[in-house]
């Protein structure tokens, strides 16, 4: 089995990290959008980052990824097989990251229906797609900005309702799919569609590091892991396990942490500075704000929270100013180091 470079042991890097954190202690908060050079660790991160996560509680031998929060009613497969409450047995297992080809049709990403089994024994059974494989997981595309719009349109569903409706050939089926949703691109290659770059909970761009001694380090710990495996995963075992905890202690927490009216009104000044559109950068920097205060253990959430996580929610929610050239994250900082100074 092929084994998965462990996530605290990637160097640089720290601003998608914390993302993905983020997105792992609140996954509602709407996933990561990661844009940049290639080769800086994007897919190794997202990937790196579920191994570490703690295992989930899922039904044994439903395709559906359900767990035991989810209905049975609302699940072909445990509705069948597990009718009138009946008790469903759980095993654990470990989150999955799910790839979207770029190549993917769209009854691959939905689901359709099992033609082996139509065809050898005439019976209409729906086969699950991707968006199945990926509930209570991660959902990651490659080259996102590339993804064919009618996908892209079908994904936008999916995101805003937590829920697979697939009616075709005779079959009707609905299935919840709720995931982290993680895109990687290079912006010189094409822009996202606003629909499903506002989709995006939070936004990180990477560049290959500039400091020498970081670059150094990474090749070495690269040269390490594919060497000896066993030995370097052993290495940044406590690390991992480390991670791990604080993870689940920032799940428990997250419920509990307040907000404070004063930093209600200072981020929807800085929203309005900013002159983002609608209220969803505000309830993301909420929300990624209210995650980062439960990762550290707060009781509440701070200034120093705002200042971290507010590049990320709204840099990617910032009109085009031709008249200014500085980049969206030194744009956002300005703005809240002047929302905050008044």
């Known amino acids: 089995m092929a084994r998965t470079f462990p996530f605290t042991a990637i160097a640089g890097q720290d601003e998608m990290k914390l993302a993905l954190v983020i997105a792992a202690v609140d996954p509602a908060i709407g996933g990561v959008l990661i844009t940049g050079d290639r080769g800086t660790g994007k897919s190794t991160a997202v990937r790196g980052l579920a191994a570490v996560l703690p295992a989930i509680r899922s039904v044994t031998g439903c395709p559906y990824r359900c767990g035991p929060e989810d209905p049975a009613d ?3 497969h ?3 097989h597990f009718p009138k409450g009946l008790r469903r047995p759980l095993l654990l297992e470990p989150v999955r990251v799910v790839d979207l080809p ?3 049709t769209e009854d691959r990403v939905l689901g359709s229906l099992d033609i082996e089994q139509a065809l050898v024994h005439g019976r209409k059974r729906f086969e699950p797609g991707l968006l199945a494989r990926a ?3 991660f959902l990651y595309i490659d080259e996102v900005n590339l993804l ?3 996908i892209v349109d079908l994904l936008l569903d999916v995101a805003a309702s937590g829920e697979n409706i697939v009616e075709r050939e005779g079959l009707s089926i609905r299935h919840r799919s709720r995931f982290v949703l993680v895109g990687s691109g290079n912006p010189e290659e094409g822009d996202l569609r606003p629909q499903l770059l506002d989709r995006f909970g939070l936004s990180v761009e990477v560049t290959s590091p500039d400091d020498i001694d970081i670059r150094i380090e990474a090749v070495k710990r690269r040269e390490a892991f594919d060497n000896d495996p066993d030995a370097f995963l052993a290495s940044v075992a406590r690390e991992e396990v480390r991670l791990s905890r ?3 202690q920032g799940r428990g ?3 509990t942490v307040d907000v404070s009216d004063m930093i209600r009104r200072a981020i929807a000044a800085l929203c309005m500075k900013l002159g983002t559109d609608g209220l969803r950068g505000e309830l993301t920097l909420i929300r990624a704000a209210r995650a980062v205060a439960a990762l550290e253990g707060a009781a509440s959430v701070a200034p120093t929270h705002l200042r971290q996580v507010a590049p990320l929610a709204l840099r990617h929610r910032l009109r085009r100013n031709p008249m200014d050239e500085a980049g969206s994250r030194l744009r956002v900082e300005r703005a809240v180091a002047e929302a905050w100074a008044a």
Do not use: K, N, Q, Y
């Open 253 to 255: 927490r997250l419920a």
């Open 78 to 80: 445990c509705s069948e």
């Open 246 to 248: 604080r993870i689940a």
């Open 135 to 137: 509930h209570r997981g």
């Open 102 to 104: 770029l190549a993917a």
């Open 74 to 76: 609302g699940c072909p």
């Open 148 to 150: 064919e719009d009618h």
